[in-house]
């Protein structure tokens, strides 16, 4: 695609490299502290913690600045219309290698929108349930003492870890399949001859 360059720009990569190692942070230093590995380094992990849970929170609302601000208005090609739900079961078959290709009627695949939306949602609810292991008594003050409340804090939290490892995973699997010149275009800004 001769224009495929302006599909990515350069913020948005720049976004999602800072998102990619946050993740990637974040989930080692919370298996961390909740299998209590390395634990002589307790203090030096959840330090760390706290500084990628501002970086990626941060980054979170410039994208999403980004999404409606920019001249890009990157945020609509988030929106799941009839025709994606439509489109649902031959993405699908595709996807199981049940049929060559799929009707390509938006910039993401309908499965691959959900999956984006889904990232930024579980983003926020990841960073409330994270602060409520911190204030416990405020954030999940309905659920009555808080010594118990934190527990299914912490818990509710690392479940959520989950998601992001099997999500990021299913990602990173589609996205060297799917398109390994997306890939390069996506990281290192690297166009192939076709895209040129
Ligand atoms: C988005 C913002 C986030 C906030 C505000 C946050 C906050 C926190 C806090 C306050 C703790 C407790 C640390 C302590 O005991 O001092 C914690 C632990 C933890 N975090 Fe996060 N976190 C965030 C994102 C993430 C992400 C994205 C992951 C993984 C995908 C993650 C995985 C974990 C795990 C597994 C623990 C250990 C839970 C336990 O104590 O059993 N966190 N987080
Ligand atoms: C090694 C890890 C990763 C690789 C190889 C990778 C690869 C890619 C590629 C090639 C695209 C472009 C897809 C397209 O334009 O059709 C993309 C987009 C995207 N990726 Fe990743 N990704 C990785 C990690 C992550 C992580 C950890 C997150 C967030 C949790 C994430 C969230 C997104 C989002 C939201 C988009 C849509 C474009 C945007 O808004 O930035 N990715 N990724």
């Not at 659920?143 to 959520?160: K, L």
Request: proline share 3%; aromatic share 16%; net charge positive.
């Amino acid at each position: 695609m001769k224009d495929h360059r302006q599909d990515i720009p350069y913020h948005l990569r720049v976004m999602h490299w800072i998102h990619l190692v946050s993740i990637f942070a974040l989930v080692f230093t919370g298996i961390c502290i909740r299998h209590h590995i390395f634990d002589r380094y307790l203090v030096l992990q959840k330090r760390h913690h706290y500084y990628f849970m501002v970086i990626i929170l941060i980054n979170l609302a410039a994208r999403f600045i980004y999404a409606f601000r920019d001249e890009t208005m990157t945020y609509r090609d988030f929106a799941i219309g009839m025709e994606d739900i439509r489109n649902i079961p031959q993405v699908l078959r595709y996807y199981l290698f049940l049929q060559d290709d799929y009707p390509h009627i938006a910039k993401y695949a309908a499965m691959q929108k959900v999956a984006y939306n889904l990232f930024w949602i579980m983003t926020i609810v990841q960073g409330y349930v994270g602060f409520a292991i911190l204030r416990p008594g405020i954030l999940f003050g309905w659920g009555g003492n808080p010594d118990v409340t934190v527990i299914w804090a912490r818990s509710i939290h690392a479940a959520i870890m989950w998601f992001f490892i099997i999500m990021t995973t299913v990602h990173m699997y589609i996205a060297t399949i799917e398109g390994f010149s997306l890939l390069k275009l996506m990281l290192f800004g690297i166009e192939t001859e076709e895209q040129q």
